[in-house]
C-alpha cells in the first residue's frame, strides 16, 4: 500500500468486498465526500498485479475533473494518469501501448468526450490492439449514464466485454430523475413490484454512515419563510406564501418570486450568510465562505452585484460551458473556470472572498472545502441536484476540527420534505410502463436526467416583491421548533455555553428539546434580554427615518402619516430630477406617480387600499435607497 494513502475503514471494508465478490460489473454507492475516488483506486492498486489489470481507464461527467481524478491518483497512489484528451499534434488521444511505454498507468476521459464524432469506435480500436482483457474501467459517477442515451451508448461500444476485465461503477446518487435505467446490461435492477425495478448497489456508504464516523461534518438546514407579492397575467397577487399557496402553481410562483434577486427575501438570505460569516471571521476562520445557487446567468451576475451592494464584498462568479454554450469562458479576462474554482479553493487568511455563485458549475466532484454555507436561491427541486448541492459543503475544514454547515433554503415544501429526508435511503425504481410517457419533456440527451432543471419564467409572470424571515430548522431528518431554535441562536453569540458550541444552532436547538430543564434555565435568560430589548424600544418608540425630526416619534399616528408621506412624495420628485433632469410639471406630476406605483409594489403594498405611517416610512426609506444609486445603476424608472 502507498506510503501516502491510509484507507478509512469502510474503503477496506469494500475492497475486502468487491475482492470476495469479484464480478464483471461492480456499483460502489458512496456518498460525497466519503472517497469514493480514493476507494475506486484503492480497489485498482490493491488487485491490479493479482488480476493482471495492465490498463486503467476512468471516465468521469465532466472535463474539469479529469485532472483532478488524475491529480488524485497521483497524490494517494504514485499511478500516472494522461488527462489531456485529444494531442493537437497527434489529432488524436495516445494508444494505450504509447502511454504505456512513457510510464502511464492509464487514462482520464470524460462522458463528453467519449461521445463525441467516433471518439468511442477509436478508443475501442486502441484498446483492443494491446490490452484487450486487461483493462480495468471506472464509471465515475455512472447515473450520467443510460443505455438509451449518448453518454451510455458511447460507453457500450467502447468497452464491450472482450476489453474489460472488470467495470466498476461508482456514484453518491445512483438514480435518474427521468425513469431510464442507468446501465441497464451493466447494473442490477430487481423486480420490486409489476413493471418496476430496483437499482440494487453491490457495496452502500450511506451519508447517515459518513456522519456516523465524523467523514463529513455536522449539517443541518434552515428554512426561510416570507411573503410574496407577484403578477400573473392581469392579476396582481398579494401576501401570498408557502403555506397558504392552494395549488402547485401558487407555489411555483411564490419560489420564483422568493428567487428574485432584487427582492427582499433574497436580501435577508444574504444577510444570514453575512452574518454567520463575521462570526466565523471573529473565531478566527475568516476563509468561511458561502456558495450560492442560482437559476440562471442573468440572476448569478445580479446576485454578485446584490452581495456587493448589501456587505460590500465581491463574489466570484462561476459559469460553465454547460450553462453558456455559447460562451468559452465565464469571464471577461478569459479565465478558464476550473482555474478559477481551483484559485478560490486555495485562497486562505482575510483575503480569501466569501462568496461564490454558481449555475450548474459547482456539481460532482468539485473541492472547495472552505465552503461552510449554501443559498439555495434556485427554484430546481429535483432531488438529484439537491443531494449534490448539499455534497458541495460535507467537505472537513479545517481538517483538525471541522466546522459545521448550513443551507438556507426557501421554506417550500419540497424543498422542506427533501431536507427532512436528506439521510433517507434513496432507491432507483423504474417503472417501465411509464418509460416513453412524457419523454420529450424530461430533460435533454445526456447528463443525469434532472427533469427540474432550472426553471425559465413564464412571459406572463413577474415578481413584485418579497420579504424573508427565517423558519424552522432541520436536523437529523427532525424539523425543530422555532422557540428552541430561537433560543439556541441567541445563546450561540450571547453565552459562554453556546461560545463553545462545536455544531450548528439547529444541532443546539435539538438537544434543548431533549433536555428541558437546560432550555427552561436559557429561555428565562433570553426572555429577559429580549423583554429588555422590547422595553427600551417601546421607550424610545419607533426609529426614526433619516431626515425625519427628533419630534416625529410624539406625532400622533394621523399626522406621522401626513408627514411620513409628504417625504416620501418630495424623495420621488428627487428621484425624478436625478433620472430625467428638469421635466414639465406634467412629465413630472406623472413620472411621480409611476414611481409611488412601483415603491407600492415594492413594498407589498396594495395602491388603492390605506396606507399607515409605518407603510410609507418604508416607502420613504426605499426612495432613499434608489436615490442613492441613481443615476449610476437606476438610469430610469423601468430600472426600479
Known amino acids: 500500500m502507498p506510503e501516502g494513502f491510509a484507507p478509512r475503514d469502510w474503503q477496506e471494508r469494500f475492497v475486502r468486498a468487491y475482492q470476495t465478490n469479484l464480478k464483471k460489473n461492480f456499483l460502489l454507492e458512496a456518498c460525497t465526500s466519503a472517497g469514493k475516488t480514493a476507494g475506486a483506486l484503492h480497489a485498482f492498486d490493491s488487485l491490479k498485479n493479482v488480476l493482471d489489470w495492465r490498463f486503467l481507464v476512468v471516465v468521469v461527467p465532466a472535463e474539469h475533473l479529469m485532472r483532478q481524478y488524475a491529480q488524485d491518483a497521483f497524490n494517494l497512489f504514485g499511478l500516472n494518469l494522461f488527462y489531456a484528451g485529444t494531442v493537437r499534434s497527434l489529432g488524436r488521444l495516445p494508444t494505450p501501448e504509447e502511454l504505456l511505454n512513457q510510464c502511464y498507468h492509464g487514462l482520464v476521459i470524460s462522458y463528453q468526450w467519449l461521445s463525441y464524432s467516433n471518439n468511442s469506435s477509436l478508443l475501442l480500436n486502441n484498446l483492443s490492439r494491446t490490452v484487450a482483457g486487461k483493462v480495468f474501467l471506472i464509471l465515475d459517477e455512472v447515473h450520467h449514464t443510460s443505455s438509451d442515451l449518448a453518454f451510455g451508448q458511447a460507453c457500450e461500444r467502447a468497452f464491450p466485454d472482450r476489453i474489460v476485465s472488470h467495470r466498476l461503477m461508482t456514484s453518491g446518487t445512483p438514480f435518474r430523475s427521468d425513469n431510464r435505467r442507468i446501465l441497464g446490461n451493466w447494473l442490477t435492477y430487481t423486480p420490486v413490484e409489476e413493471n418496476a425495478y430496483q437499482c440494487v448497489p453491490d457495496f452502500q456508504y450511506r451519508l447517515a454512515d459518513a456522519l456516523r464516523d465524523e467523514i463529513i461534518p455536522p449539517f443541518a438546514f434552515v428554512t426561510m419563510e416570507g411573503e410574496f407579492s407577484y403578477r400573473r397575467g392581469r392579476a396582481e397577487y398579494n401576501g401570498r406564501t408557502f403555506t397558504n399557496a392552494t395549488n402547485e402553481q401558487d407555489l411555483t410562483d411564490a419560489l420564483n418570486t422568493a428567487i428574485d434577486v432584487?427582492?427582499?427575501?433574497?436580501?435577508?438570505?444574504?444577510?444570514?450568510?453575512?452574518?454567520r460569516m463575521k462570526l466565523d471571521r471573529a473565531k478566527g476562520l475568516p476563509e468561511c465562505a458561502t456558495y450560492v445557487r442560482v437559476p440562471t446567468i442573468a440572476a448569478a451576475r445580479q446576485m454578485k452585484e446584490r452581495i456587493r451592494n448589501l456587505t460590500g464584498e465581491d463574489a466570484l462568479v462561476v459559469v460553465s460551458r454547460d450553462d453558456d454554450p455559447n460562451s468559452t469562458s465565464n469571464s471577461r479576462s478569459g479565465q478558464d473556470p476550473s482555474e478559477q474554482?481551483?484559485?478560490?479553493?486555495?485562497?486562505?487568511?482575510?483575503?480569501?472572498?466569501?462568496?461564490?455563485?454558481?449555475?450548474?458549475?459547482?456539481?460532482?466532484?468539485?473541492?472547495?472545502?472552505?465552503?461552510?454555507?449554501?443559498?439555495?436561491?434556485?427554484?430546481?427541486?429535483?432531488?438529484?441536484?439537491?443531494?449534490?448541492?448539499?455534497?458541495?459543503?460535507?467537505?472537513?475544514?479545517?481538517?483538525?476540527?471541522?466546522?459545521?454547515?448550513?443551507?438556507?433554503?426557501?421554506?417550500?415544501?419540497?424543498?422542506?420534505?427533501?431536507?427532512?429526508?436528506?439521510?433517507?435511503?434513496?432507491?432507483h425504481v423504474v417503472r417501465e410502463?411509464?418509460?416513453?410517457?412524457?419523454?420529450?419533456?424530461?430533460?435533454?440527451?445526456?447528463?443525469?436526467?434532472?427533469?427540474?432543471?432550472?426553471?425559465?419564467?413564464?412571459?406572463?409572470?413577474?415578481?413584485?416583491?418579497?420579504?424573508?424571515?427565517?423558519?424552522?430548522?432541520?436536523?437529523?431528518?427532525?424539523?425543530?421548533?422555532?422557540?428552541?431554535?430561537?433560543?439556541?441562536?441567541?445563546?450561540?453569540?450571547?453565552?459562554?455555553?453556546?461560545?463553545?458550541?462545536?455544531?450548528?444552532?439547529?444541532?443546539?436547538?435539538?438537544?434543548?428539546?431533549?433536555?428541558k430543564g437546560?432550555?427552561?434555565?436559557?429561555?428565562?435568560?433570553?426572555?429577559?434580554?429580549?423583554?429588555?430589548?422590547?422595553?427600551?424600544?417601546?421607550?424610545?418608540?419607533?426609529?426614526?427615518?433619516?431626515?425625519?425630526?427628533?419630534?416625529?416619534k410624539d406625532y400622533l399616528p394621523t399626522k406621522k402619516i401626513a408627514f411620513?408621506?409628504?417625504a416620501a412624495n418630495k424623495k420621488a420628485g428627487r428621484l425624478v430630477y436625478l433620472l430625467y433632469g428638469n421635466p414639465s410639471q406634467e412629465e413630472m406630476k406623472e413620472k411621480v406617480a409611476q414611481i409611488h406605483s412601483i415603491a407600492k409594489r415594492r413594498n407589498c403594498l396594495k395602491n388603492d387600499t390605506f396606507i399607515g405611517h409605518e407603510g410609507w416610512e418604508r416607502i420613504y426609506k426605499w426612495l432613499c435607497d434608489r436615490i442613492a444609486e441613481a443615476p449610476t445603476r437606476i438610469r430610469g424608472i423601468e430600472d426600479l
Open 518 to 552: 437546560l432550555f427552561d434555565l436559557y429561555r428565562m435568560e433570553y426572555e429577559k434580554v429580549v423583554n429588555q430589548i422590547s422595553n427600551d424600544q417601546g421607550s424610545a418608540s419607533t426609529v426614526i427615518p433619516d431626515g425625519f425630526p427628533s419630534e416625529y
Open 564 to 566: 411620513a408621506s409628504r
Open 433 to 515: 410502463k411509464e418509460e416513453n410517457e412524457g419523454r420529450e419533456n424530461r430533460g435533454g440527451a445526456d447528463g443525469e436526467g434532472d427533469s427540474q432543471s432550472s426553471q425559465q419564467l413564464t412571459a406572463n409572470f413577474m415578481p413584485i416583491a418579497s420579504t424573508g424571515e427565517i423558519g424552522t430548522h432541520i436536523v437529523d431528518g427532525e424539523e425543530i421548533e422555532s422557540e428552541y431554535a430561537n433560543v439556541a441562536e441567541w445563546m450561540i453569540t450571547n453565552t459562554t455555553f453556546g461560545r463553545y458550541w462545536h455544531k450548528t444552532p439547529a444541532h443546539l436547538a435539538q438537544m434543548l428539546m431533549e433536555d
Open 262 to 275: 432584487q427582492g427582499g427575501w433574497v436580501k435577508e438570505a444574504i444577510l444570514w450568510a453575512h452574518g
Open 341 to 427: 474554482i481551483e484559485q478560490f479553493a486555495a485562497e486562505t487568511g482575510h483575503g480569501a472572498r466569501s462568496w461564490i455563485i454558481g449555475v450548474g458549475m459547482l456539481g460532482e466532484g468539485v473541492s472547495i472545502r472552505r465552503l461552510k454555507y449554501r443559498i439555495h436561491a434556485t427554484n430546481i427541486r429535483a432531488i438529484l441536484s439537491f443531494m449534490q448541492d448539499l455534497g458541495r459543503l460535507l467537505r472537513c475544514f479545517p481538517e483538525n476540527a471541522p466546522e459545521p454547515v448550513e443551507t438556507l433554503i426557501p421554506a417550500h415544501p419540497q424543498l422542506v420534505d427533501l431536507a427532512v429526508s436528506a439521510l433517507n435511503e434513496i432507491a
